[in-house]
Nanobody, 125 residues
Framework: QVRLVESGGGSVQAGGSLRLSCVVSGLTDTDYSIAWFRRTPGKAREGVAFIDSNGRTSHADSVKGRFTISEDNAKNTVFLQMNGLKPEDTAKYYC???????????????????WGQGTLVTVSS
């Protein structure tokens, strides 16, 4: 059973930084994809950043140059470093994982089977 636990959310002023962590347990397959999504009230979940077991990464255009996804395999943790935060980045951020082998790095919500409970990020102007 794959379990994901997010942490690192909080309240910051615009221009500030936060680093989100996602501790992944139960990941026994060599193929995996892990992603960060976010959701604001009344909107669908939006994919933010993606990483897979082949080392491929991708970031949404809205966060490119500001957010960076990375992983520490020794700690079974995936990070999302968020710099230059803007009020529009305010959302609940979710970590997601999938164990299927995808030809391309999956970036849609329905391509991820396992989800964490989320961590709230609030950016004030």
């Amino acid at each position: 059973q794959v379990r994901l636990v997010e942490s690192g959310g909080g309240s910051v002023q615009a221009g500030g930084s936060l680093r989100l962590s996602c501790v992944v347990s139960g990941l026994t397959d060599t193929d995996y994809s892990i992603a960060w999504f976010r959701r604001t009230p009344g909107k669908a979940r939006e994919g933010v950043a993606f990483i897979d077991s082949n080392g491929r990464t991708s970031h949404a255009d809205s966060v490119k140059g500001r957010f960076t996804i990375s992983e520490d395999n020794a700690k079974n943790t995936v990070f999302l470093q968020m710099n230059g935060l803007k009020p529009e980045d305010t959302a609940k951020y979710y970590c997601a994982a999938d164990l299927r082998r995808w030809w391309a790095l999956p970036q849609r919500e329905n391509q991820y089977e396992y989800w964490g409970q989320g961590t709230l990020v609030t950016v004030s102007s």
